[in-house]
């Protein structure tokens, strides 16, 4: 019995000699591991707001729904990757884990509720609106909060002191 | 949804290219006419913000991208077109044998129209007709048809294109239902505010000039000036006691007939209102929106009345009889309104931190003393108070912030009013000593003064007032106008007694767009059927039953009570007709009786008592004192898991429903407990359709029928002996797995199984 709890508990973590990540045809990601071939895989982190480069689980893509449970490993640290295999892993993440980084507040504009903004982000430039900053707004720690707008979309400030005057006075309350 | 143009005359869904979509796709050689649906998406494959398109024609869909000239065709013969979700984009992929392409990527903001011209490939691709409601779905837009804005999901109007104007008249209409009232309060107002007007000057002129200076008119005439005064006030005060007690009245009356609007409204709303979260902030704020209206009509509308009169008599008094010390007066209004424009706002935001911050003291408050059981064990006392001391110093901080700054702002604007009043006294003292102003008027001025700052103040900010009502205002209407998701049909069905004959055709669900919880599902469950629905956890069991009392409409597919089209039938009497027991009871504040009478008030003494004794409750009533009086909810009667849900089975008893639904009835309780209510169960199930979940098989044992649902789909079906033994079958692999985990157990009792 104790013998079974321990295997539930356990962590494979995946060596990064046994990993091959490569990019499919269609520019998915599929994963060699000590040779054999898994095909596409998913990569999910499990603290993805405030940890995003440490504990990343590797599994099976959800191609078909029953095989939601297949884990085949968890990455440690994306830093015991490097090279071309780390570039191929970050490259999955973000396009799983898509949330620009706001690099300049153009106009912000608060009514009633909703806050209407115009950025620049890491992904070009943005328009969007926030209801309720209070509910929408999560404080990541180290002056990065990461706010959520009407449709969902997450967006970063890397340091929210520097979003301007006007921008940080709005967000300032909900800190 | 007609997207239709005379560019596009196929076009019958979704988006409608604009002119450099069509001039790009007509450059490859593509017939705007031959397009069929089209979508744009927001997002490049690469992970950058840009402008893509999808096309659907009959055989094929487009993927262009104007902005860099690139484009892609997948013809369905060949690719399956595929969406795939991520956390708050998605991916389009296009599938062929092995080989899997991401064709397009989406944000969440383009997710369900994306969504929908998959939904239409793949019809298109299986050869399947294409019905209006494949284009008509996800119609609810979110972005202002007026200005383009996205805004909060739920809400019909966009928050800057709803007229404030409207709203305000439409806050007034409930005021004619007490005109005679309100007439009153208006009358009181302007007389009270007359009679503040008329006051410097009797204080002033009348008091110096006339009556303490010789030749006056009143010369002398001091005991009769000062019983005037005194009879001036004695009015003014029955007035505004009249005002008072009439406003406060009928404000009262007109926010509890919006409350009870809203009360109304909110009942008549679908689940999917309740759940989603930032509607659940706007019910939260109902209260105090309703508030925020009353003191606007209460206290709001009669100041800006009396303010305006104060303001523009006290103009026109001073302007007249000395416009030189009138400009002197006016001097330091700029300066005034200039702070109150631009330092009171900033003042105001340490006053939202502060709320802010008392309110996460207020729930680390409410944690620990919630969790105390928790904190106790865990022996975390110390790590609670350095919570909670670190929240009371951020509220600290932030109060001390607020509190320098009202330090600075009040004595400023005090210093600028004061200093009005002393530029007044020193050129009228001079004009006085001249004579060319009698010390009346000069006293007079002063107090005209003194009055006029205070009205300025108000007037400055009523606009943020009116504003700031409005929008609560707004928000309430919202509920009041807001359409249900599971509307009324045009012309409902009567059903009379239903039989209870339930038929699901290929019933497909989603809570969330493009996320389906059940997939393509069919059964038919005969009259006086029992089925027990069976699966793990989260495969779609209480979905089914969500669907069954229409708490959601079926996104594709039908449902049929008795062969007729859920939608069509008339709510009231469908859910007067479904009864329902869950594993979460829930007992209302009230006594045992009344919660047992909850779907039949009128019931007798008899039949509530009857039912008690069908739901094997009667003998656990009549240990308490109280009886079926006892009170619930009062006096700390602490019922038992096991005894709450007799009750509510006595409900459904009592409610004699043709379809009985048991969603975990027996989960949360013990074994010998389960077995009493079992046999509760049993008299209630006996010849009335009845679909049951439930994770504990052996709770199933009197189903008719056993239907195994995974992932949302049916994947067994049949009476519990063909599934027992049916080899490789998922029930029969979670009955093995629930006799083993009695083995390990060592209870080993195959007959609770």
Redesign the interface.
């Known amino acids: 019995?104790e013998n079974k709890m321990k295997n539930y508990a356990d962590i494979n973590y995946l060596a990064p000699e046994d990993c091959e990540f490569y990019r499919?045809?269609?520019?998915?990601l599929g994963l060699k591991m000590r040779g054999e071939d898994l095909g596409?895989v998913a990569l999910v982190r499990m603290f993805?707001l405030r940890n995003t480069d440490n504990f990343i689980s590797v599994r099976r893509e959800l191609r078909d729904?029953?095989d939601s449970r297949v884990e085949y490993g968890v990455i440690e640290k994306l830093s015991d990757f490097s090279g071309e295999q780390r570039a191929i892993i970050d490259e999955e993440l973000?396009?799983?884990?898509?949330?620009p980084e706001i690099t300049k507040v153009v106009k912000v504009k608060e009514?009633?509720?909703?806050t209407?903004w115009e950025t620049e982000?890491t992904?070009?430039?943005?328009n969007?609106?926030v209801?309720?900053l209070?509910?929408n707004l999560l404080n990541l720690g180290n002056n990065r909060v990461l706010i959520i707008?009407?449709?969902?979309?997450?967006y970063i400030f890397p340091d929210v002191t520097k979003v301007g005057e006007k921008a940080l006075?709005l967000l300032?309350?909900?800190l | 949804m007609e997207k239709k143009s005379e560019l596009y005359p196929n076009l019958r869904g979704f988006d409608t290219p604009d002119e450099k979509v069509t001039d790009f796709v007509r450059g490859l050689g593509v017939q705007p006419e031959n397009i069929i649906a089209a979508a744009k998406s927001d997002l490049s494959v690469d992970g950058s913000y840009a402008d893509v398109w999808l096309l659907a024609e009959e055989k094929r869909l487009i993927v262009a991208r104007p902005d860099s000239g690139a484009f892609d065709v997948f013809r369905f013969d060949e690719w399956e077109i595929r969406l795939e979700n991520y956390l708050t984009t998605g991916a389009v992929l296009a599938v062929s044998g092995d080989r899997e392409l991401v064709a397009a990527a989406f944000t969440d903001t383009c997710g369900k129209t994306v969504g929908n011209i998959c939904r239409v490939c793949e019809r298109l691709r299986d050869g399947k007709p294409l019905s209006d409601d494949d284009f008509r779905r996800g119609e609810e837009d979110r972005v202002c048809p007026k200005c383009g804005t996205p805004y909060q999901k739920g809400r019909r109007t966009c928050p800057k294109c709803q007229s404030k104007k409207k709203l305000f008249i439409r806050v007034l209409g409930y005021m004619p239902r007490y005109k005679k009232e309100l007439a009153l309060v208006m009358g009181m107002v302007v007389l009270s505010s007359l009679v503040g007007l008329l006051r410097p000057f009797l204080n002033g002129s009348t008091l110096y000039d006339q009556v303490l200076t010789e030749g006056g008119r009143y010369y002398g005439k001091i005991l009769p000036f000062v019983l005037f005064m005194i009879g001036l006030e004695l009015l003014t005060l029955a007035v505004n006691i009249v005002q008072g007690r009439i406003g406060a009245a009928v404000s009262s009356k007109i926010v509890y007939d919006i409350k009870s609007e809203v009360f109304g409204a909110m009942q008549n709303l679908s689940m999917s209102f309740f759940n989603s979260k930032h509607t659940g902030n706007l019910m939260n704020r109902v209260n105090s929106d309703a508030l925020d209206i009353q003191y606007f009509l209460n206290d709001g509308m009669p100041q800006f009345i009396i303010n305006a009169i104060t303001i523009v008599g006290i103009g026109g008094v001073v302007l007249v009889s000395n416009p030189l010390l009138a400009l002197l007066i006016m001097l330091p209004i700029p300066l005034i309104v200039y702070i109150i424009r631009k330092v009171i706002p900033k003042f105001n935001r340490f006053k939202w931190i502060g709320w802010h911050k008392s309110s996460k003291l207020n729930s680390i408050i409410n944690d620990a003393l919630l969790g105390v059981r928790v904190v106790k064990a865990f022996g975390k006392e110390k790590s609670e108070i350095g919570r909670f001391e670190k929240a009371t110093q951020d509220l600290y901080d932030v109060r001390v912030r607020e509190g320098l700054m009202s330090a600075r702002i009040f004595p400023m604007l005090n210093y600028l009013m004061t200093i009005g009043g002393l530029f007044v006294w020193g050129l009228g003292g001079w004009q006085v000593l001249k004579g060319g102003m009698t010390f009346g008027t000069l006293m007079t001025f002063v107090g005209y003064i003194g009055m006029l700052y205070a009205p300025i103040n108000f007037m400055i900010r009523t606009y943020d007032w009116w504003a700031n009502c409005m929008n609560s205002a707004q928000r309430i209407f919202e509920i009041i106008d807001r359409r249900t998701d599971v509307p009324e049909a045009r012309d409902p069905v009567d059903m009379g007694r239903i039989k209870g004959d339930v038929e699901l055709r290929d019933v497909t669900f989603a809570y969330e767009a493009n996320k389906n919880v059940l997939h393509n599902v069919s059964f038919h469950v005969m009259p006086g059927e029992m089925i027990g629905l069976v699966g793990h956890s989260g495969a779609g069991k209480s979905t089914i039953t969500n669907l069954i009392t229409r708490l959601y409409d079926v996104t594709e597919g039908e449902l049929l009570i008795d062969g007729v089209n859920i939608k069509k039938i008339r709510q009231k009497e469908l859910h007067g007709q479904i009864g329902m027991v869950l594993q979460e009871t829930f007992l209302f504040n009230g006594t045992i009786a009344e919660n047992i009478a909850y779907a039949k008030p009128d019931a007798s003494m008899e039949e509530i008592v009857r039912a008690a004794k069908l739901a094997n409750a009667h003998d656990f009533i009549m240990k308490l004192p109280d009886g079926y009086e006892t009170e619930i909810g009062r006096r700390k009667t602490n019922l038992s898991g096991g005894e709450r849900q007799r009750i509510s089975i006595a409900r459904a008893v009592l409610m004699d429903p043709a379809i009985l639904i048991l969603d975990e009835a027996t989960a949360s309780l013990d074994t010998e407990t389960e077995q009493q209510i079992q046999e509760a169960l049993e008299t209630l199930t006996r010849g009335r359709t009845t679909i049951a979940i439930a994770h504990r098989l052996s709770t199933l044992k009197n189903a008719d029928r056993l239907v195994v649902v995974e992932h949302g789909e049916i994947a067994e079906t049949g009476t519990h002996e063909e599934l027992a033994d049916k080899p490789g079958g998922i029930y029969a692999r979670m009955l093995g797995r629930q006799r083993d985990a009695l083995k390990i157990r060592g209870v080993g009792d195959e007959e609770q199984l």
């Open positions: 019995m499919t045809e269609g520019g998915l596409r993805p729904r029953r973000a396009r799983r884990y898509f949330v009514e009633y509720g909703h209407y982000t992904a070009g430039s943005r969007f609106t209801f309720d209070n509910s707008d009407v449709d969902g979309n997450r006075r300032e309350i909900w």
